[in-house]
């Protein structure tokens, strides 16, 4: 399978545990996404890599959050004290830079946060 | 910051017959593009069309087509000959066109597309 894998799928957790999600994009795509989607709305943008540099966060990443991909392949999101407002979808997508302006980005199955 | 607005919650439309879906955004840029993705239920996002904003012909994808009016800020997708299979969530993307410094899509809120055998 050579598309976009998230693990795991399904997280259950308590409030104020922290949890990490893990993506790997697929193989030569340079750019990774981390997007978080709650129930009856779109997909919000929270932050991108090229390679290992995150080269832009938004504002909705909070100081809980924070993600990494150190080796330029893989990534992972972490967060902290995690609180029921976090209970979401954490989608991850990946795309080819040098494909050109457009790069497509391919998403992931996405990982289901439940905070109880 | 930009905005992108999709007035339709839900749509219904019967087996084999044709269905548009509206998508209006709010940007200050002028080069852009615009995309629709699908999401099926329980299944990964993807790709169904898009649309370079200096392009003023529509994109085409087999059964899929936009109507895109730029000075309108209005981008809509057209699916003819429904089939079973496009039921799904649609939602109308954008991204700036310089990739360098802002590459996130921003969605809206998705329209639920529901195929009437």
């Known amino acids: 399978d050579t598309g976009v894998s998230q693990d795991p799928r399904h997280k259950i957790t308590k409030r104020g545990q922290n949890v990490t999600f893990r993506c790997d994009p697929i193989s030569e795509h340079n750019r990774l996404y981390w997007y978080r989607q709650t129930l009856g709305q779109g997909p919000e943008f929270l932050t991108y890599?090229?390679?290992?540099?995150?080269?832009?966060k938004s504002r909705l990443l909070s100081d809980r959050f924070s993600a990494e991909r150190p080796k330029g392949s893989f990534s992972t999101l972490e967060i902290q004290r995690t609180e029921q407002g976090d209970s979401a979808m954490y989608l991850c997508?990946?795309?080819?830079?040098?494909?050109?302006?457009?790069?497509?980005?391919?998403f992931g199955p996405g990982t289901r946060l439940t905070v109880l | 910051a930009q905005t992108v607005t999709q007035s339709q919650p839900e749509m219904s439309v019967q087996e084999a017959e044709t269905v548009t879906l509206s998508c209006t955004y709010d940007t200050s840029e002028s080069d852009y593009y615009l995309f629709w993705y699908k999401q099926p239920p329980s299944r990964q996002m993807i790709l169904v069309i898009r649309?370079?904003?200096?392009?003023?012909q529509n994109a085409t994808e087999n059964r899929f087509s936009v109507n895109f009016q730029k000075a309108a800020k209005s981008f809509s997708l057209k699916i003819s000959d429904s089939q079973l299979g496009d039921a799904a969530m649609y939602f109308c993307a954008y991204r700036m066109y310089s990739g360098g410094g802002a590459d996130g899509l921003t969605f809206g809120k998705g329209t639920h597309l529901i195929i009437q055998p």
């Open positions: 649309q370079e904003a200096y392009k003023q």
């Open positions: 890599f090229q390679n290992e540099a995150q080269l832009e």
């Open positions: 997508a990946s795309s080819l830079a040098a494909s050109g302006p457009y790069n497509e980005q391919f």
